[in-house]
């Protein structure tokens, strides 16, 4: 059974720095896109971070410069290096992953169950 595990949200004064990562579990296959979505009270999700399996990041235009994302595939797991943080960036932060679990099965989503992220002014 394939698990998304999300770690290291918290709160934190704005201006400040967290690390979110990512880890897959189970059996897996292949790992294609992976993606940062973030959820604030009230709102739509939003896709903040993405990045392909040979590293290729994109951003929303909200973040850019100020998020990092990165994968370790060796060790399934993804990180969102977070600076400069905003009240505005308060949501929960949810891992997406794109992949197959069989060597040339269909690739599907999957979800983590998110971390809270709250950025105090």
Do not use: H
Not at 15 to 37: E, F
Not at 84 to 101: G, H, P, Q, R
Request: hydrophobic share 35%; net charge neutral.
């Amino acid at each position: 059974q394939v698990q998304l595990v999300e770690s290291g949200g918290g709160l934190v004064q704005a201006g400040g720095s967290l690390r979110l990562s990512c880890a897959v579990s189970g059996s897996i296959s292949s790992i294609n896109t992976m993606g940062w979505y973030r959820q604030a009270p009230g709102k739509q999700r939003e896709l903040v971070a993405a990045i392909g399996r040979m590293g290729s990041p994109s951003y929303a235009d909200t973040v850019q410069g100020r998020f990092t994302i990165s994968r370790d595939n060796a060790q399934n797991t993804m990180y969102l290096q977070i600076n400069s943080l905003k009240s505005e960036d308060t949501a929960v932060y949810s891992c997406n992953a794109i992949l197959a679990i069989v060597y040339g099965s269909p690739y599907y989503d999957y979800w983590g169950q998110g971390t809270q992220v709250t950025v105090s002014s």
